[in-house]
């Protein structure tokens, strides 16, 4: 459908058309990507808006203009006349899309809230009171967001020991793979959206890996949550991919019981079927999918305005951990290793309870795709979150 050259297998085929930006000979550039190549949105549409160290002005511009841009890239790129070179992605340097105002994340996966319960309170109820009648969420620090492909140090913090409390490196450091949506309009204070509509305000989706210092986590979170042991950084995939590109993959929430409060009932698409697997090097731990999850992003949304809180273009919120029902579908080591107790093997030979130094975490996601039953289904993907673990701060010592 297009002149452009997409590999079949593409995570970025026409019907993608994700949002990001590019540096193209020294100047940053709102763009799109298409196969390995990138194609500057200001080739294509001319606004000032698309020239640009970020797209929060194209976000900003709401629906309409999103449809019209869209519907614009993809009678260009379809069009055989407009056959040229484009620049490969691997030629540019691809930055952070947007600049992030706030940052929330939720915990709506029931299968990796039960396996933490269970784990925390063993002969407990593993879920707390409240969890099935709103999406538990948190706000986190949206100036240590980065974008894939930057190195993570290790964090330090204040740990407790037989001697005392030290400053120290975290020896319990984990990723927990993520999706994540970014706000296009916001809404006004005192005024919430319903889950219906979260699609007027929701631009698109990216990966999210937020790291975790489980141990930092565990010493300062109670009884006002998580804080430091999060806060470190935060892995976002480069490439925003729309909603209207994920518009075939959208599905019925779970079966949710007790019935939601009428603020937080998803009229029926709020899920969305995104397959996502996270990798230590070349060993893929976990594979699960969006759909599972309890709480839909349209729930989520809902639930973070309910009270008339407002939010802003690039706000970005994220679901929590994605887990599914299988035993390879726990996205993080603290579900997978049981808490550190039962390493998990590498396919170098080697085992991990926790992230050391120098291990290379991957998130990767997709919906759709072709198989035997469907061989002409697309595949929307989201490319790569990707982060190193370095060594961080090495002061330490008895406070």
């Not at 964090?155 to 319990?172: D, F, I, Y």
């Not at 349209?298 to 305005?305: E, G, I, M, P, V």
């Not at 579900?335 to 080697?350: A, F, I, K, Q, Y």
Request: aromatic share 8%; glycine share 12%.
């Amino acid at each position: 459908m297009t002149w452009a050259d997409v590999p079949p297998d593409s995570d970025f085929p026409v019907e993608n058309l994700p949002v990001g930006v590019v540096r193209v000979a020294g100047h940053p550039r709102v763009a799109t990507r298409i196969g390995d190549h990138v194609l500057p949105i200001g080739d294509v549409v001319a606004d000032p808006m698309f020239e640009r160290a970020t797209a929060n002005d194209f976000l900003a511009s709401g629906p309409s203009r999103w449809a019209e841009v869209r519907d614009r890239l993809h009678g260009w790129l379809t069009e055989p006349a407009n056959a040229r070179p484009l620049d490969s992605v691997h030629e540019v340097q691809v930055l952070l899309p947007v600049a992030i105002g706030d940052f929330v994340d939720f915990y709506s996966s029931i299968h990796h809230a039960t396996r933490v319960g269970e784990l925390f309170r063993p002969g407990a109820e593993p879920l707390l009171p409240n969890w099935r009648h709103l999406p538990i969420g948190y706000h986190g620090r949206a100036g240590t967001i980065v974008s894939s492909g930057t190195d993570i140090p290790r964090p330090h913090g204040l740990l407790p020991t037989e001697g005392g409390v030290w400053r120290g490196p975290s020896a319990r450091l984990d990723f927990e793979a993520e999706v994540g949506f970014v706000v296009g309009t916001g809404n006004e204070r005192g005024r919430p959206v319903p889950p219906g509509e979260a699609d007027r305000h929701v631009f698109g989706v990216v990966l999210v890996n937020d790291w975790s210092a489980r141990d930092i986590q565990a010493f300062e979170y109670q009884p006002l949550g998580p804080f430091l042991g999060k806060s470190f950084a935060t892995t976002i995939s480069q490439w925003i991919v729309p909603l209207a590109a994920l518009a075939p993959f959208r599905t019925s929430p779970p079966v949710q019981d007790p019935s939601p409060d009428a603020s937080l009932t998803d009229p029926g698409d709020g899920a969305i079927a995104i397959r996502v697997e996270a990798s230590v090097g070349d060993t893929t731990l976990c594979r699960a999918d969006l759909r599972d999850l309890y709480w839909t992003f349209a729930q989520q949304y809902a639930h973070l305005t309910s009270n008339g809180a407002s939010t802003r273009t690039g706000d970005l919120f994220a679901t929590g951990t994605v887990s599914g029902p299988g035993a390879n579908a726990m996205g993080c080591l603290l579900e997978s290793t049981r808490g550190g107790v039962e390493p998990v093997s590498l396919d170098d030979g080697s085992t991990r309870t926790w992230l050391e130094d120098g291990d290379v975490v991957t998130l990767r996601g997709w919906a759709g795709g072709r198989s035997a039953d469907d061989p002409d289904h697309v595949r929307i993907g989201f490319g790569e979150a990707t982060g190193r673990i370095v060594p961080g701060d090495t002061d330490g010592g008895p406070r």
